[in-house]
């Protein structure tokens, strides 16, 4: 159920309006996407290609005036492709570093189930720790970090499958979902002369961003929210259908994602709505179903959205 | 009933509960037998029960009505009927007495309504607390109400009525902390969706709380308590409507008979005790003793007379009448009843013998007119006895022309009267006989004085006389509303006042015809005198008659017998006086019938034992339980109304954060009770409030909801302007009410 929001604040409208400028409808995908940045977040898109995944990203890395990078996964790539590595330097005698494109702002890890889970990991570790180890060396990652991994869900020969552990570390997982035919129609008609991409400016600094994420880290979740945030997830872990529920990870990554939710919409309390809103983008990617469930093709979507009617909502204040 | 384990549970765990209201609604009828007349609680009980059975039990409604009906029919059959059961004897019978009490029941003589139809309403009631309380405990699972309503019962009752509630509050304490144990953690269960499976959940639970409920239970009964902190709110109660009316200290007294009457006035309270039954040919004064001493404050005696003892078997003479008048012979017998307590025989009015086996000798007082058995020289009660008796009728004529020559000893015992006695009484008196020429026209004038005039005949917030007030005095200026000791010391001290000897009597009115029998070939009537039967009356010395007995009472007929003797016709004054005396007559008659339902009178002394007591007929207290079921119905029906009101007024009051607060609670409480609109509990506020907006095409709740949000997931709400909101809560509840 794809809310209204308000974007009120300022910047965040800006930066909301500016990826619109370029991509047609998506408002969903674009306020998560914004939702992950500002929850310090990371996003897993997984759509076929096509659809703009890659575009959301360049569109999103060229409103925050940042640096952008882009990893192509491909079987052969190796971890020192994607964090970088020490060359010899012989006018100076020393091993050099070279940064791999991990080291930018934003990064756009494409079809990240096509490389080896090696490789996979190397990118995973960055995202979680903030740091990347290069030749015993540690390095800090830059701030802000902002990882947007693609994947496609159709092909599956020569892919590795991202392991549940490494799903977790990602806030969100959406789809992008195919245009309707009125926006489709609207996007040959803006791209027919010059790709808008190329018209885009930032409409803030690495620095307001860091600004905004530091607030939204401050909106207020009451006791009864954060119970209600707890049922949720143990919930998963008791349903019937589920095979592996979701991780205390999970809970954190929920309450995140809702503070930031709650703060692009200029609230400083988070509401059930917010949670019950982003749970199936926060938790689905983090829970297995038993066989039985697929086999009767039920999806974790569904698990989530049977869990989100059946928790009881608090509704009344904590005495 | 189910092999499911879970379901097994759920069904005894549903048939503790249930057994418990039983246990609790027994609790409310255990005091019935005390303070009403209802008999054979214990059929009511069992019934009950077995309609509680059949609600728990829950067959399909053709099985579990008939099995009701006929479960009616029984005890109906086993209370009142004699016929075969179920013939269509029986039906003709049932559908006589149906058809009878409805036409009772619409000309509002509710207290025609015979036992019959009165337990038949009654078992009515049982069968549908039966469903109710199936609906509290077991469907909605509310216990509590219930429970309270049951303490406050008892403890009004223990409060208010003879009932002793101490064994039946510890009782219901009990029930009522397992009923609601358990059912609070039946909904516990079910509101985490657990069920309730195998052993353990008895071990983690059941045992913990039977044992904690027992625990405190008998550590409640064993440890010291404080005495009661307030004072018995009974005398309090009375001491502030008396103080209201301003007429002193007038304690509720149990009606019945006594022997002090030092002290009279007051109220009482109806009391149908059965004190005895007779058989006899007709109504009678049952005579117990007379005073002669008024003190301006009630009755005692100047001496106590000359008793004669005398054997049983002797013929008694008390002297009260000349042999001129004409009497017949005739024979009562009279039959006390287990619990009443009287060394006194009651008597009628010529009475020439006692029969009796138990006793030996007979103590005869008559100036007081006491008659006391003794065996062995000591007094007892006599349970049985026949008495023969010459009844007396007195001619008008003769009462007419009787003297005024009253034997010296009659003149200064019967015309005393306290010095204190007010001066207005004894005008009043020689007003009242202004235009008599003779004593049995003075007589009859007093007599008719209190039947118009304005007097009533009421039991209730009758004053005791202030120091220095006269007893009568207050009756007949300031009152005018009294029983039978007002009026008949009143007529005593109005003929005191104007020369003529009269004394005040007690005793027991003729009480009610309950049956006929046959005796030795005669029809005789059988009377049932209760404690509400306790009278007194006037009589009056005539010198060639003896004592008369009037009734100046209102509403009652006077017993004794006149008749008019056609000796003196030619008389021209005498047929004049005749006529008269025929128009008496016949009033007598006609207002004989009216009294069988209203006797009432004496009293005797109890608010000295601590707070008076009280009793219903059941018919009474059937409809006191249908109004008050009524009542609460409702009131339940209209909970939702009046509840809106009385959060409208406290929040337009006081508009702030907690009234908001439950305002708007109260609002979904409501909107959840609309079947289309209710939340369920995984719904957001939110997403609530939209459709309400959408039901009621308004954007109240909306804006409602947006507030209340603010309230409880803010963190500092406090600078809301709360008082906005009070229009659109009300614009909403409007609605939503309607």
Not at chain 2, 188 to 210: C, D, F, H, T
Not at chain 2, 378 to 399: D, K, R, T, V
Not at chain 2, 551 to 580: C, L, Q, R
Not at chain 2, 628 to 653: F, T
Request: glycine content about 6%; proline content about 5%; charged content about 20%.
């Amino acid at each position: 159920m794809p809310q209204q929001t308000y974007l009120a604040h300022g910047k965040v409208h800006d930066l909301f309006a500016n990826i619109q400028s370029v991509m047609i409808g998506k408002e969903e995908v674009t306020t998560l996407s914004i939702v992950a940045l500002l929850a310090k977040g990371h996003v897993l898109l997984e759509d076929v290609p096509g659809v703009g995944k890659t575009m959301l990203v360049r569109t999103l890395s060229k409103s925050v005036d940042c640096e952008f990078r882009r990893i192509q996964f491909t079987p052969d790539l190796l971890p020192s492709d994607v964090t970088g590595v020490s060359i010899y330097n012989p006018k100076t005698l020393e091993f050099e570093f070279r940064p791999g494109p991990l080291l930018g702002n934003i990064v756009l890890a494409d079809e990240i189930n096509r490389t080896s889970p090696k490789t996979q990991s190397s990118l995973l570790e960055g995202m979680e720790e903030s740091h990347v180890t290069v030749d015993g060396n540690t390095i800090e990652l830059k701030r802000p970090f902002f990882v947007m991994a693609t994947q496609n869900p159709i092909e599956y020969e020569g892919t590795y499958p991202l392991p549940e552990a490494q799903l977790d570390r990602f806030l969100l997982k959406l789809n992008m979902g195919y245009p309707s035919a009125a926006e489709e129609m609207q996007m040959l008609d803006l791209i027919s002369n010059d790709h808008p991409i190329n018209r885009v400016q930032a409409v803030m600094t690495k620095e307001e961003l860091i600004e905004l994420q530091n607030r939204a880290a401050e909106v207020y979740v009451d006791p009864n929210i954060q119970r209600y945030i707890v049922n949720v997830v143990s919930e998963t872990r008791r349903h019937p259908s589920a095979y592996l529920g979701v991780s205390p990870r999970g809970s954190i990554a929920l309450m995140k994602a809702a503070k930031a939710y709650a703060f692009i919409q200029d609230r400083d309390f988070v509401l059930p709505d917010d949670v019950k809103y982003l749970a199936p983008f926060v938790l689905s990617h983090r829970l297995i179903l038993n066989s039985e469930a697929k086999f009767e093709g039920m999806t974790s979507e569904d698990l989530v959205n049977d869990i989100l009617q059946k928790v009881s909502i608090p509704v009344r204040k904590e005495k | 009933m189910a092999n499911d384990p879970i379901e097994r549970n759920q069904f005894l765990f549903r048939g503790i509960v249930y057994l418990c209201g039983f246990l609790l609604f027994w609790e409310w009828l255990r005091p019935l037998d005390q303070i009403t007349d209802t008999a054979n609680m214990a059929v009511f009980v069992v019934y009950a029960a077995f309609c509680f059975f059949l609600s728990f039990i829950h067959l399909p409604w053709f099985f579990t009505i008939p099995m009701k009906l006929i479960g009616l029919a029984f005890v109906l059959d086993g209370l009142f009927i004699g016929r075969r059961f179920l013939s269509g004897d029986w039906f003709r019978f049932v559908y006589d007495h149906i058809q009878y009490n409805i036409d009772v029941m619409v000309a509002n003589q509710w207290w025609q309504m015979t036992p019959l139809f009165r337990s038949m309403l009654f078992l009515l009631l049982l069968w549908l607390m039966s469903y109710l309380l199936y609906y509290w405990f077991i469907v909605a699972k509310r216990t509590s109400f219930f429970v309270i309503l049951t303490i406050v019962y008892v403890t009004v009752l223990d409060t208010f009525t003879v009932y002793e509630g101490k064994g039946a509050i510890i009782r219901t304490f009990l029930i009522s902390l397992i009923v609601m144990g358990l059912s609070s953690f039946t909904k516990e269960m079910e509101k985490e969706s657990i069920a309730i499976r195998g052993r353990r959940v008895y071990r983690a639970w059941v045992i913990p709380l039977m044992v904690v409920v027992l625990f405190a239970s008998v550590i409640g009964y064993a440890a010291p308590k404080k005495a009661p902190q307030w004072p018995d709110p009974v005398p309090f109660i009375q001491g502030a409507v008396n103080g209201v009316g301003g007429s002193g200290g007038n304690a509720i007294q149990k009606v019945g008979y006594g022997t002090n009457d030092e002290q009279l006035g007051g109220s009482f309270v109806q009391d149908n005790t059965p004190v005895f039954q007779a058989v006899a040919d007709g109504e009678h004064y049952w005579r117990i003793e007379t005073k002669d001493v008024y003190t301006g404050k009630g009755w005692i005696r100047s001496s106590e007379g000359n008793p004669i003892e005398q054997p049983v078997a002797n013929d008694i003479n008390l002297g009260y009448f000349n042999d001129a008048v004409k009497r017949e012979d005739k024979v009562a017998t009279i039959a006390m009843n287990d619990n009443a307590t009287f060394s006194k025989l009651v008597y009628p009015y010529g009475i020439e013998k006692v029969s009796n086996s138990e006793a030996d000798t007979l103590v005869i007082n008559p100036t007081t007119g006491e008659i006391i058995p003794q065996k062995n020289g000591e007094s007892f009660q006599l349970n049985g006895y026949e008495i023969g008796y010459a009844q007396p009728s007195f001619s008008f004529s003769q009462l007419a022309e009787s003297g005024t020559d009253d034997p010296p000893q009659i003149d200064q015992a019967y015309t005393q009267l306290p010095e204190s006695l007010p001066e207005q009484v004894r005008d009043l008196a020689e007003e009242i006989v202004a235009e008599s020429s003779n004593r049995y026209e003075k007589a009859r004038a007093v007599e008719e004085y209190f039947q118009q005039n304005g007097f009533e005949y009421s039991t209730k917030n009758i004053p005791v006389p202030d120091e220095g007030e006269d007893y009568t005095s207050q009756f007949l200026f300031d009152t005018q509303v009294g029983y039978c000791d007002n009026f008949s010391t009143s007529m005593v001290v109005l003929l005191r006042s104007v020369g003529v000897p009269a004394r005040w009597a007690k005793g027991f009115t003729g009480g009610e015809q309950i049956d006929t029998i046959e005796v030795d070939g005669e029809l005789k009537n059988v009377y049932q005198i209760t404690s509400g039967n306790a009278h007194s009356w006037v009589e009056v010395y005539f010198p060639d008659v003896g004592w008369v007995a009037f009734e100046p009472t209102k509403g009652f007929g006077n017993h004794t017998d006149f008749y008019i003797d056609d000796t003196e016709e030619d008389d021209e004054e005498s047929s004049e006086v005749d006529e008269n005396l025929q128009e008496q007559l016949e009033q007598n008659q006609e207002q004989t019938p009216e009294m069988d339902e209203q006797d009432m009178a004496g009293k005797t002394d109890e608010s000295s034992g601590g707070g008076g007591s009280f009793t219903v007929p059941t018919w009474l207290w059937i409809v006191l339980v249908i109004v008050v079921l009524a009542i609460l119905g409702l009131v339940y029906r209209y909970r939702y109304h009046l509840l809106a009101m009385y959060y409208r007024r406290k929040y337009i009051q006081n508009p702030g954060q907690h009234n908001y607060e439950t305002a708007y609670e109260f609002l979904l409480k409501v909107l959840d009770k609309k079947e289309d609109l209710n939340r369920s509990s995984g719904q957001t506020l939110q997403e609530f409030a939209h459709s309400v907006d959408d039901h009621y095409r308004t954007q109240e709740m909306g804006q409602l909801t947006y507030h209340y949000e603010r309230l409880v997931y803010q963190k500092d709400s406090s600078k809301h302007p709360w008082d906005k909101m009070s229009e659109l809560w009300e614009n909403l509840i409007k609605k939503t009410l309607s």
